[in-house]
């Protein structure tokens, strides 16, 4: 009786054991759910909006240029960020705010990206910190699972091989003309 007791507890925590570890495999190589704070990527993803972050396009160090990541933030390590790559290494990109009058260039140096929030006036990002390591990135957003704004449901993202693709195009338009002042 005392054998079947044991016999079947450690059945369990092995069973634990390798689901844990699938588990862990699963949401560090191939991605997961992650819930986004901030006002930084609006009007693309709103405050509490919950989308999926996939990994192995960072692994296999395939960022584009218009790619929606999340990354570990340089000024603060225990916190990520959600940001869009503007430009990748050897880019020239435009250091400056939107509101700046003159306006400064730099190049982003081997192994880092320059990554911006949509919401340019309130978006702490590469302006700031400048450029990010590429090491810090830790997936590529794939689409939205749900957004907490009913306002969003015109703005539909789903699964595409580049960046994300929008069935809104007063967004891309007015993206394009805030960053185009460069």
Known sequence: MLRDV???TFRLIGYTVQYGCIAHCAFEYL???V???GQSMEPTIQHSDIVFSENLTCHFYN?????IVIAKNPTD????ICKRVIGLEGDKVCTSSPSDFLKTHSYV??????LEGDNLRNSTDSRCYGPVPYGLIKGRICFKVYSCNLKCANLTVFISL???K?????????SEAERSGC
Do not use: R
């Open 162 to 164: 580049g960046a994300l």
């Open 63 to 67: 960022i584009q240029k218009g790619d």
């Open 6 to 8: 044991f016999g079947k």
């Open 109 to 114: 140096p081997k192994g880092h990206v320059w």
């Open 35 to 37: 819930v986004c704070s």
């Open 77 to 80: 390590p225990k916190s990520n």
């Open 166 to 174: 929008y069935h809104n195009e007063t967004f891309s338009l007015s």
């Open 31 to 33: 991605g997961g759910i």
